[in-house]
C-alpha cells in the first residue's frame, strides 16, 4: 500500500513518502503559502485520497495530489489559529473547524461557505489566557451529532449538525479537555473516555456524568491524545506527559477500553509530551506519535511498540497519515 505521511508544525506542513524516515515541505514560491507558516492541523478523509486540509495562522488550506501545492479556502477563519479540523465520515464536503480563541465554524459544501456556530464557549480562561478548541469527533452513531473538548472550558455535544450546543462536564475533575474516543456495544451500552489535565474520565451514560479512572501505570496525569488503532475497539493508545509542553512523555496503551494500562515499549525516551498520535483505518497496525518538540515515532504492530525516526522536526502539533 502507497501512503504519505502528514505532520503539522510551526514551519508548514511536512511530508513523509518513505514511511517516515525523511520529510519534507513544499518550497514557498510554488507551494501555495510560506513554508514557515505555524499550521496546527492536518486532515485527510478515505473518500479524498491524496488530499490534505491544513489549519494555520493564515487560514485553510487544501492540498491535493494533483495540484501538488496548497490553495486557499476563503473563510472567516483567517484572523484565528485554525486547530482542528473534521470531516463528516459519510459526507467529506461537511467540515468543521475549530479554533483558538475556542469557536466552531462550519461548511457543509466543501468550503465554497461557512457558518459559524452558536458555541457560547469562554473566550478567555485561566493559565493559557484565551480558550482553543483541542478535538473535534463526529458521533460514530448518529452523523447529526458532533463532540468537541476545549482547552480550558471542557466537553460540547451537539445533536444538530453545529447549529446548537451543550456543556457535558458533570463529574470532570479539570475542564482542561483534550481528546475522546467511543465504545459502542451490540447490547446498546456505550462508553465514552476524556483525556484531561488530571487523568482519564470515563463517561457509561454518554456523557451526562464522567468519573476519573484509576491510571497508576501512568507517570503524571498530564493526558492529551486518545485514539483507537481500529474504529469501536476495545484497544486505546493514550499519550501522557510531565506537563503541557514539558521535558517528557510516554504513551500508554489499554485493551480493555480504559479498565487496564500497560506502559508501551519505546525504543528512546520522548523529549517532551507527546502530542498527537495519528492512525488511519486503512492499517490499524501502523501508527505514528509525535512529541511537541519534534520528536517522531512509528509503530506497525497496532501500538504495542514505537521506533523513534532518526529524523526530528521542529515543534509539531499534529501527525496523521493516509493511503495515497
Known amino acids: 500500500m502507497s501512503y504519505k505521511a502528514y505532520a503539522a508544525t510551526m514551519q508548514s506542513v511536512w511530508f513523509s513518502e518513505d514511511e517516515g524516515t525523511s520529510w519534507n515541505r513544499l518550497l514557498t514560491p510554488t507551494g501555495g503559502f510560506y513554508n514557515e507558516a505555524r499550521v496546527w492541523a492536518v486532515h485527510t478523509h478515505a473518500d479524498r485520497p491524496g488530499e490534505v486540509l491544513a489549519g494555520s495562522d493564515q487560514g485553510l488550506y487544501r492540498y491535493t495530489e494533483e495540484a501538488g501545492r496548497f490553495d486557499y479556502i476563503p473563510s472567516p477563519m483567517d484572523n484565528l489559529h485554525i486547530l482542528k ?6 459526507d467529506p464536503d461537511f467540515i468543521v473547524c475549530g479554533t483558538r480563541p475556542a469557536e466552531i465554524f462550519i461548511s457543509e459544501n466543501n468550503g465554497a461557505s461557512w457558518r459559524r456556530s452558536n458555541l457560547d464557549a469562554s473566550t478567555e480562561c485561566w493559565f493559557i489566557n484565551t480558550s482553543r478548541v483541542t478535538s473535534i469527533h463526529f458521533d460514530p452513531a448518529d452523523a447529526d451529532t458532533i463532540w468537541i473538548t476545549i482547552e480550558i472550558d471542557g466537553v460540547f455535544r451537539s445533536t444538530d449538525r453545529g447549529r446548537t450546543w451543550k456543556m457535558i462536564i458533570r463529574g470532570l475533575h479539570d475542564n482542561d479537555t483534550h481528546d475522546l474516543v467511543f465504545r459502542d456495544r451490540d447490547d446498546g451500552s456505550r462508553t465514552v473516555l476524556c483525556s484531561t489535565e488530571d487523568g482519564v474520565h470515563r463517561s457509561d451514560d454518554n456523557g451526562k456524568t464522567w468519573q476519573q479512572l484509576e491510571v497508576p501505570q501512568a507517570k503524571w496525569e498530564y493526558f492529551r491524545s486518545l485514539k483507537q488503532p481500529e474504529e469501536n475497539s476495545d484497544t486505546v493508545i493514550a499519550s501522557v506527559g510531565d506537563k503541557p ?47 511537541i518538540f519534534g520528536q517522531i515515532f512509528k509503530s506497525t504492530d497496532g501500538g504495542e511498540s514505537w521506533q523513534k525516526m532518526k529524523r526530528e522536526l521542529g515543534e509539531i502539533r499534529m501527525i496523521t497519515w493516509a493511503p495515497l
Open 85 to 90: 479540523i473534521a470531516q463528516s465520515p459519510a
Open 245 to 291: 509542553s514539558g521535558e517528557a512523555g510516554e504513551l500508554l496503551i489499554s485493551r480493555d477500553f480504559g479498565m487496564t494500562w500497560e506502559i508501551c515499549e519505546m525504543s528512546h525516551p520522548a523529549n517532551s509530551t507527546i502530542w498527537t498520535i495519528g492512525t488511519n483505518a486503512a492499517d490499524t497496525s501502523l501508527l505514528f506519535a509525535a512529541t
